[in-house]
Every structure is written in structure tokens, then in C-alpha cells.
């Protein structure tokens, strides 16, 4: 559906206006003085129909360069791409629209930038309209529209136009949570019905939850392509770690920590600066070792790790967390949560103890050993993938979450 092969994008860095002029001006003379950035540099990918894909990296990782392209809003220095089927974009806030026309007249724009007749989309008004619930402000100026309500319209415009193809770039946390959980349901019913899309966003809970692959840029290169838990989970590693090659991350070998341990772990990713170990995570129901639970029982953690004299007492902390096949944390425990801190270096015992309201499945226990003097946290030694815990029940429920409740009728 989309293919990229070597597509780059440069921008001409001028200091001043001058430069500018004096190249046009004489340009043999000039050209060579003025650096060039690479805003993307040799990208290349495919993506096949029905595929939903997060699109990551750091902010000037060249993803929303890579999503202009694609969608035609400005065009490559080199390389090509193809789109197989036709495309529509939520791009940044005000990219389409025109701020003095009002909702409607946008919404007929917009059909006439993507080649629906207007006719057409006389048909599609009403749901739109329904979808972006600004009520008697659909007949206003777009430039007296919150910042919110231009997201709901916008949004109801790109993705009820059928598209074969929806890019959404980050514009949905402008947007209220009722109106977030909404466009997520809606991406669902695409995804169900075929349809391929690019999703770029900084939380890497939604582009779990959301995609089964991700490609993740840096320095407007692809570092990594692959499986969604795979990716973002290495990038994780990146963006709480001191390490500014990412790809010095990505080609790291496994720890050689992992030959003193006193567990070998099966992790699905671990890294972390080695000023501490996690030396052991066992899961215990009573005094029964195991990873197998009944929805409800106690599940008891016992956690095993390694300070170093002289670490900062005050900051090191502990957490877990049990999270779905998609990586999404479902309950997270930390000792600062609870106002608890080591009192000694060397080795120290943590028991997390916690009643598994949870639905039938199969979740993954993350252990971080924690350093919280800044923002974002950084990890001495985070494991996800310290264990790997079923949960049985008698029969099958909806959601995830298996709460206890007090019900009645009367």
C-alpha cells in the first residue's frame, strides 16, 4: 500500500537573508558556503495493505518531514514513494484548512483537495458534522475555534472521507480523553475494514496498544522496523538513557552483568547504566513458586537487588509492573508511591504483594530498579520481561480488569 525507497529530504541552512540572495544571485560562488540539513536521509520502508504502524522517534527525528512527503504537502529532494490506494491526513493544527472560511466550507475544501466531488460529499456532511460535535459553531470561522474543536473537526473530516490510507500526526492530544477514546474506537472499526494507517505519536502506550509494528527514526534515518514491542521498547531504552546514538543502543550486545545474576531472565528487553543489579525476581501464590494464578488470588513478588555503596539512597527506588501483550502497564507498584526508600547499599529484599483482579490472559512482569532525581526517570537496571504470569478464570468476561463491585437491583 505504501512503499519508500530512498527518500531523502534537504533544507539549505542560510545564516542570514543575505546568504540567500547572494546565492540566487551568484550561485557557482555561493552554494558550496551553505550547509545543507537532512531532514531524512535515504528512508526506506513498505508497508502492505490493512497494516497499522507507529511512527517514533524524538522530536526533529524527521517523522513529520516523512508524513508531509507522503502526503504530498511538500516533496522530496531524492528518493521515491509510492502510495497504492487513496489518502487522508491530520496533520499539524491549520494544515488544509483556511481560517477564514467556516466549518462547513472547510469540510467542501477539504473534498476538493482530495478529489471528492462536491456532490459526494454533500452525503457525508451530516456525519461529520455528527462525529465532530461543535454544535452551531460548524457555520463559524475556524479562526474563532478552540484549539480542541479544530481537532474534532479536522479529525471527523480525514477520517470520514473512507480513506485507503489515514496518517494522524500527534494533532490527537490536543483533544479531550472523551474525545481520544472515541478516535481510537474509530481507528479500530479501519482497522477492521482493511484500511492502512500511520499513526505518529510521543506515548508509547497508545502506539502499543494501537499498532503491531513501528518504525522508529532518528537523525532522519531508520533505526529500527519491526515488531511494535520490540521497537518501543528499545527506544525506551534510548530516551532514558544518557546514550545519544541510537543505533549505539540498538547493536548493544546483551549485559555482561547477566553472567553474575543470580536468574537467567528471558527478557523481552533489559537495559539500564549498571550501577545496580536486579539479581533475582521470583512470583510466588502463598508458598508455591509459580506464574500461574486464578483471577483474584494474591500474587506475591519477591525482588532481589544489588545497590552500590555510594548510590543515592533518597532517589533509588524499585517498581513493577504487569503489562498486556500489547505493553501496555496495567498496574504499576513503586516504593516512592508509597514513600519508601532503601536504607543500605549492597543487597536489599523487596516483596510486592497485590490481588490479581485480571482478566483471563497472559501478562509480562517489568522490573526497574529506579533512579528518580530528574525527569524522565532513568534505570540502573530495567527488565521487561523479569516473568511472565497467566491468569486462569472460571468463565469468559469482557475488559480487563476483573474488579470486586457491590451490585444490586432494586
Known sequence: MIKVKELTKVYKMYKNPGERVK?????????RKIRDFYALSGVSFEIEKGETVGIIGKNGSGKSTLLKILTGVINQTSGEKRMGGSVSALLELGTGFNPEYSGIENIYLNGTIMGIPREEMAKKVDEICDFAEIGDFINQPVKNYSSGMFVRLAFAVAINTDPEILIVDEALAVGDYRFQAKCYNKFEEMKERGKTILFVSHDIDAVRRFCTRAIWLDGGKVVMDGDVNSVSSKYMEFITSNETDALAVINKKKKEREEIVEKEFEPINRFGNDMGTIKNV????????????NSGDEICVEVTVDIPDGADLENTGLAISLKDKSGTDLVVFALHDFDMRFKTTGRNHVTFKFNAFLNCGEYTLTTGLEHRDS?????????????????????????????PADVSIG
Open 282 to 293: 521470583r512470583v510466588f501464590k502463598g508458598d508455591d513458586e509459580t506464574e500461574i494464578f
Open 375 to 403: 525527569l524522565p526517570i532513568s534505570y540502573f537496571d530495567y527488565i521487561e520481561g523479569s516473568a511472565y504470569i497467566k491468569i486462569l478464570t472460571d468463565r469468559e468476561y469482557f475488559g480487563v480488569l476483573k474488579e
Open 23 to 31: 546565492e540566487a544571485l551568484f550561485p557557482k560562488r555561493y552554494a
